[in-house]
Nanobody
């Protein structure tokens, strides 16, 4: 049972834009903090942006002002709008959902989508 399904990656030139999407189940979308992570070749996975179930957004410093996390509650879909892309944004981007439940911590990951920024 797929809980998170990403789409929207691709290749773009420096300065370009892309939008990533992450479709989630209803329970996850309503109660979990959702986030975008990325992992570049040879590097550790890093947090890019988060959105709590209440709609609070946070960003890592390197993307603040260029990336925007948002959601469509009618479609249970999380987005990451990426603008002014740089070669160093090249990575596999993962959708994540995380929550503390009565049974303990619950975490889901999407399959990842490749973003390549290259001229």
């Amino acid at each position: 049972q797929v809980q998170l399904a990403e789409s929207g990656g691709g290749e773009v030139q420096p300065g370009g834009s892309l939008r990533l999407s992450c479709a989630a189940s209803d329970v996850i979308f309503r109660f979990y903090t959702m986030a975008w992570y990325r992992q570049a070749p040879g590097k550790q996975r890093e947090l890019v942006a988060t959105m709590t179930s209440g709609g609070t957004e946070t960003y890592t410093g390197s993307v603040r002002g260029r990336f925007t996390i948002s959601r469509d509650t009618a479609k249970n879909t999380l987005f990451l709008e990426m603008a002014s892309l740089k070669p160093e944004d090249t990575a596999i981007y993962y959708c994540n959902a995380d929550a503390m439940t009565k049974l303990g911590r619950s975490t889901f990951w999407g399959q990842g989508t490749q973003v390549t920024v290259s001229s």
